[in-house]
């Protein structure tokens, strides 16, 4: 646990802690589904802050498993990224528009079968009043803000290449991203049945790519969720590194003229000082992935060196 980023860390515990809660309160004749899941908006039950409250239940253990593990795989990497700040952000847009969209389909269904005219519905073979059938209408899970972090990690490393079960080779992020894409459109054009929210999962995709096409077109709007400390080492390092690389010729000429010292040609030390900044950019490419603590002794010491130098 003390690997994981803060925030993704947090968002871990504080599931856990929602489904153990939920799963004992049951117990109790307490459903904290009924209370703080996303009730469809024309229901009684529906409250506005259940647009929050929704992503933090689960309805099994194996819903919990597959979300969870998905947050600390990618959600960790993008974390490291962005920092803290922007992750929560982030994250909280996509799992509330993935709840907006869920509202506009079951809106749809609504005025589709025509249910504002009717004072009674039949479901499973029960008759019930209408208002009583659209608050069972209710969604929970982090799926929503889940897949906008995997949209996220594949717009960010879109050749990372993974390997998911089954398949026996890896796969590069990008092409994983439009299979899911491709799954959760098919399963939902299929028509409801599966208790799966797909829509959900595509508006939580769907709100991810537009914050983040809006980020990347508006860099300095990002400024304000300031920046984790891994990034600023890595800008830092970077940045000194850039500047030492664009007067490195400008040394090499003035070490020359004062003390004729060196004694290997012009093809050799430009040769060797590609190959000590790309050794260096593949640390620095290491530590935003993993952050500093994955880095080995012998990687901690070559930016040690480096820094000295520049």
């Not at 929704?54 to 795989?73: S, V």
Request: charged letters at 20%; proline letters at 3%.
């Amino acid at each position: 646990m003390n690997t994981i980023p803060p925030m993704t860390k947090n968002l871990l515990v504080i599931n856990i802690l929602a489904f153990v809660a939920t799963w004992v309160l049951e117990r109790s004749g307490i459903d904290l589904t009924a209370l703080l899941g996303l009730h469809f908006f024309l229901a009684g039950d529906f409250h506005v802050y259940q647009f929050i409250t929704y992503m933090f239940l689960h309805g099994g253990f194996t819903h919990i498993l597959f979300n969870m593990f998905a947050l600390w795989m990618f959600g960790s990497v993008v974390e490291r990224v962005w920092g803290p700040k922007k992750f929560l952000f982030y994250y909280i847009v996509c799992g509330v528009g993935a709840g907006l969209i869920q509202e506009l389909v079951q809106y749809s269904n609504y005025v589709i079968q025509g249910m504002a005219t009717y004072q009674y519905v039949s479901a499973g073979g029960v008759q019930m009043t209408t208002d009583a059938y659209i608050n069972l209408w209710t969604t929970i899970g982090a799926s929503g803000a889940v897949y906008g972090i995997l949209l996220a990690f594949g717009m960010t490393f879109p050749n990372e290449r993974l390997f998911i079960i089954p398949f026996p080779f890896p796969i590069k992020a990008k092409w994983l991203i439009v299979g899911y894409i491709a799954i959760e459109f098919f399963s939902a054009m299929s028509g409801p049945g599966d208790g799966v929210a797909h829509m959900a999962h595509l508006g939580g995709m769907l709100f991810g790519f537009l914050l983040i096409r809006y980020w990347q077109k508006h860099p300095d709007s990002s400024q304000r969720f300031g920046r984790s400390r891994g990034q600023e080492f890595f800008d830092n390092m970077k940045r000194r590194f850039d500047e030492r690389q664009q007067h490195g010729s400008h040394m090499k000429a003035e070490q020359t003229q004062a003390g004729g010292q060196r004694g290997e040609t012009d093809e050799e030390y430009n040769a060797r000082k590609r190959k000590n900044q790309e050794e260096v950019d593949a640390i620095l490419d290491k530590i935003r992935k993993s952050g500093y603590d994955s880095l080995t002794k012998e990687e901690k010491q070559k930016l040690f060196d480096q820094s000295r130098q520049s």
